[in-house]
């Protein structure tokens, strides 16, 4: 059992940054692919960004393309989320979540680990 642990949300202006961070409690973190989702009043939880296990490369959401950033530290077990030049409209509930399969990495049910969310809420 995986158990992530997420930090970092907060309140800021638009044009402002936040970085977000999920810590993993597996000795295995570099098995996993990453995921950011997000979820804002009255929608679905969307896909934000994954990074992949291996090769650590990325994949974005169109509206976030450019202005987030997915990284992971496989020595501190923890994956990233730079947010850049938010805006009102990014303000959700954002998630980060673990998977082992190596494709659907839009797939909110391809993966089984999930954080307990954190609140980011930029102001216009």
């Known amino acids: 059992q995986v158990q992530l642990v997420e930090s970092g949300g907060g309140l800021v202006q638009a044009g402002g940054s936040l970085r977000l961070s999920c810590a993993a409690s597996?000795?295995?973190?570099?098995?996993?692919?990453w995921g950011w989702f997000r979820q804002a009043p009255g929608k679905e939880r969307e896909f934000v960004a994954t990074?992949?296990?291996?090769?650590?490369?990325?994949d974005y959401a169109d509206s976030v393309k450019g202005r987030f950033t997915a990284s992971r530290d496989n020595a501190k077990n923890t994956a990233y989320l730079q947010m850049n030049n938010l805006k009102p409209e990014d303000t959700a509930v954002y998630y980060c979540?673990?998977?082992?399969?190596?494709?659907?990495?839009?797939?909110?049910?391809?993966?089984?680990?999930w954080g307990q969310g954190t609140q980011v809420t930029v102001s216009s």
């Open positions: 979540a673990a998977r082992v399969a190596a494709g659907r990495k839009y797939d909110q049910r391809a993966y089984p680990y």
């Open positions: 597996t000795r295995t973190f570099s098995n996993y692919a």
């Open positions: 990074i992949t296990r291996n090769s650590g490369s990325t």
